[in-house]
């Protein structure tokens, strides 16, 4: 119930391609999920994030798709660039419970020039 | 200009010595996260505190302790390091347990325990 899933564990792209993240949760009570960008050696930092009152997120090259019937959440980078190469996690809360974070198992992205 | 600021960034400690990890905020936020990260892993809560009040998550070993003196910093105590304990320690912070831009990550604290 407090699982998210991600897939794939590691992925390829080249430079321009739009690479895709899934996740998906069993506990329905989750309503933010937010996606952490990390490179290595540093924090995870605040990607990108949605409620699950909306299907669809943008800020900039970055996209979250969200099916709430499906419990599915998905990130896609566009232009993927090989700055754009890191571990992505992807996470679920509920704002009324502690708020803790529960994170998936995050996929690394390797974008080749 | 970094919010969440952990040091030092790279901390070697011996089997058994205690060891403190230290984190400081510019934020003003009320709550202050330990996690800790193995490689190649997701992090995973440690513990937080809500202002002055100290939650422990329940599959936390005692050998992990926290201090919060006041609103701006934030210590993580092992008290006796194991080997397994080797790990990157992040902290964050969020406003509140319902921000929605939420848990400002440090950098983090690699620790090593030889």
């Known amino acids: 119930q407090q699982q998210v899933k991600q897939s794939p564990q590691s992925l390829i792209v080249q430079k321009g391609g739009i690479p895709i993240i899934n996740c998906a949760y069993e506990?329905?009570?989750?309503?933010?999920f937010p996606w952490y960008q990390q490179f290595p050696g540093k924090g995870p930092a605040l990607l990108i994030a949605i409620r699950p009152d909306v299907s669809e997120k943008k800020e900039g090259r970055f996209t979250i798709s969200f099916n709430k019937s499906a419990k599915q959440f998905s990130l896609h980078i566009m232009d993927s660039q090989p700055g754009d190469s890191a571990t992505y996690f992807c996470a679920a809360s509920r704002s009324s419970n502690t708020g803790k974070l529960i994170f998936g198992q995050g996929t690394t992205l390797q974008v080749k020039p | 200009d970094a919010m969440v600021i952990q040091n030092p960034r790279y901390q070697v400690t011996q089997f058994g010595k205690p060891v403190t990890l230290s984190c400081s905020q510019t934020l003003n936020h009320n709550v202050m996260y330990w996690y800790q990260q193995k490689s190649s892993q997701a992090p995973k809560l440690l513990f937080h505190y809500y202002d002055k009040d100290f939650n422990n998550e329940a599959d936390t070993p005692d050998n992990f302790q926290s201090r919060r003196p006041n609103t701006s910093f934030c210590f993580l105590d092992i008290r006796s390091p194991g080997l397994g304990d080797a790990a990157m320690y992040l902290c964050?912070?969020?406003?509140?347990?319902?921000?929605?831009?939420?848990?400002?990550f440090g950098s983090g604290t690699r620790l090593t325990v030889v």
């Open positions: 506990n329905t009570a989750f309503d933010y």
């Open positions: 964050a912070t969020s406003r509140d347990l319902t921000a929605i831009s939420r848990d400002s």
